[in-house]
């Protein structure tokens, strides 16, 4: 198996090593690693900070620092569409809505937008007060919020379509936070700071677990 499916030898040592840490399973994961090749590289020509598959896995999409978000053919690498921030602000993050319609993107700003994953055009801004930095934003399952994490210490639930801020969740510790996602289920929201603290909020009550 491992000549013929590296990727899948590679997926199976982890899953065997999460189930036993074996000196088997350690051998297993060294021996298909290196088999593991990289299957094409995309150039696109300006520093990316992130770059996240569509759903269906068709495009790929590099948030860059010079304030445009790029779209590519996965396969071929082509830019299909540029996204451009107004005030080209570097784009720290970006994330196609799990239908593959809408992209969220977010730049040091603090501002969030999404756009038309078909055509590239702008749908709506969301602004951090204050004008702190934005570090991550992403979806919920149903598409029908965003949530989006700051240097100022906070995770933020917005509803994706108006861009009315419905939740905000602070760090007990008022660090920096540097990514934030929904749980499958959209009940909760976890959210990472800078210190390696991971904590998770209930987006009905607002309380943390």
């Not at 495009?59 to 996204?83: F, M, W």
């Not at 598409?143 to 760090?171: C, E, H, N, P, Y």
């Not at 289920?185 to 390696?196: H, K, L, R, S």
Request: glycine share 8%; charged share 20%.
């Amino acid at each position: 198996m491992l000549s013929s499916d590296p990727e899948l030898s590679t997926l199976l040592a982890l899953q065997a090593l999460r189930i036993s840490d074996t000196r088997q399973a350690e051998t297993a994961l060294r021996e298909a690693l290196p088999q593991i090749q990289e299957r094409r590289r995309l150039t696109p020509g300006v520093p990316v900070a992130s770059a996240s598959f569509s759903p269906d896995g068709s495009e790929l999409l590099l948030p860059s620092y010079d304030g445009t978000t790029r779209v590519l053919d996965a396969r071929s690498g082509r830019v299909l569409r540029v996204l451009a921030e107004p005030t080209v602000q570097p784009v720290i993050d970006a994330a196609f809505s799990p239908d593959g319609t809408r992209i969220v993107t977010a730049d040091v700003g603090g501002d969030a937008r999404v756009w038309d994953a078909r055509t590239g055009a702008p749908l709506g801004t969301f602004k951090e007060p204050g004008f702190l930095d934005l570090r991550s934003v992403a979806f919920s399952v149903d598409g029908a919020r965003i949530v989006s994490a700051s240097g100022d210490s906070s995770a933020r639930v917005w509803d994706a379509r108006t861009g009315k801020q419905l939740a905000v969740f602070v760090d007990r510790n008022y660090q920096p936070m540097v990514a934030a996602a929904f749980s499958p289920n959209g009940e909760e929201v976890v959210a990472a700071n800078v210190d390696g603290v991971a904590s998770v909020w209930s987006v009905r009550t607002h309380r943390l677990l």
